[in-house]
């Protein structure tokens, strides 16, 4: 398996983040994937790299900002490298990393069998669907969606820019996720009923539906929750609770496996998620971002139908 890791780690460096003989390249990661971590570091040394490889404890929770040190680490680095369980995507440290110019990565709670399948893609041809999406998204004022089991959401758009997580991370202070491929947005608001039948993040594949009543953008009831959804939630006050995304899926080789970083990466899933969105264009600044995927959706951007029954129509 090291051997598979290595040439996925090696795919990852050269075509998602283009790393050149000598750039400065900072991977930071935790116990449970220290042999990704270690992939990282040694195709970065391989490939010329000054490499820096930083093992920090578990978080918590997604969106929970790593410690003071990390934070400090990532502003003085070229590139940055974050396979962790719990996602540094939507904290101020990775944000601020990427003011100071540093590009990079973050492949939150990235399994071995994961990273293999998803990272050796065609990155150009993810590239151009994103980001033609993206550029949809951007166009419309406002989004539908609406699934078999109940999802019945609007949301407003307005005003606001589309972001294409596409893989392709070459310029300073460019960022993506990987595995990639999603196109993203940050709504103004959002009214109606979401009924989550895919996964949530930290909980992972749902057994049953659960189905939550959205006004004026906040989170406002929960039916068919065993209480994990809310505990989520507990003590956060009603940023947490806020829609903070709107988040198409774009990749053809991802699937559901009850990880959200793949999960929400499969061609033709929605997800709606709840929290800080200040890394790409919100203004919701919240301790947690979670996701919620819906597995069938039909998406409408306006009047248009992009996505039937999880079918993209581009």
């Known amino acids: 398996m090291m051997r598979r890791l290595k040439r996925a780690a090696q795919i990852a460096l050269t075509r998602s983040l283009g790393l050149k003989s000598g750039e400065r390249l900072v991977v930071v990661t935790d116990r449970f994937c220290r042999r990704i971590g270690q992939a990282f570091f040694t ?30 680490i990532l502003k003085h680095c070229d590139i940055f490298v974050i396979p962790t369980l719990k996602s540094i ?28 399948r998803t990272i050796p893609i065609d990155y150009k041809k993810l590239h151009r669907l994103t980001l033609k999406l993206a550029a949809l998204i951007t166009g419309a004022r406002k989004a539908r969606i609406i699934s078999d089991i109940g999802t019945d959401l609007y949301l407003d758009l307005s005003h606001r820019t589309a972001h294409a997580d596409t893989g392709l991370v070459t310029k300073p202070g460019s960022f993506s996720n990987l595995p990639a491929g999603e196109a993203y947005i940050a709504p103004i608001s959002a009214d109606g009923y979401l009924v989550i039948d895919g996964s949530i993040a930290s909980i992972g594949l749902l057994r049953r539906p659960i189905k939550v009543w959205i006004e004026e953008g906040k989170m406002k009831e929960v039916e068919g929750d065993r209480g994990r959804f809310r505990r989520l939630f507990e003590g956060l006050g009603p940023a947490a609770q806020t829609v903070g995304e709107l988040g198409v899926g774009t ?64």
Do not use: W
């Not at 404890?57 to 929970?64: F, Q, R, S, V």
């Not at 995507?89 to 293999?116: C, M, Q, S």
């Not at 496996?257 to 890394?279: P, R, S, Y």
């Open 43 to 72: 195709e970065g040394r391989r490939l010329g790299a000054q490499v820096i490889l930083v093992e920090m404890p578990p978080l918590k929770e997604h969106g929970n900002e790593p410690p003071p040190i990390i934070a400090t």
């Open 89 to 116: 995507t939507h904290t101020k440290a990775r944000r601020e990393a990427n003011l100071y110019g540093a590009r990079g990565i973050t492949l939150p709670g990235i399994t071995e069998d994961i990273f293999v």
């Open 251 to 314: 990749n053809q080789k991802a699937r559901l496996v009850g990880n959200i970083l793949e999960d929400e990466k499969a061609a033709g899933t929605v997800h709606i998620a709840f929290g800080d969105n200040l890394g790409f264009g919100g203004n919701n600044s919240a301790e947690i971002h979670i996701d919620c995927l819906i597995k069938k959706p039909t998406l409408y951007l306006d009047d248009k139908m992009i996505i039937d029954n999880g079918n993209i129509l581009l």
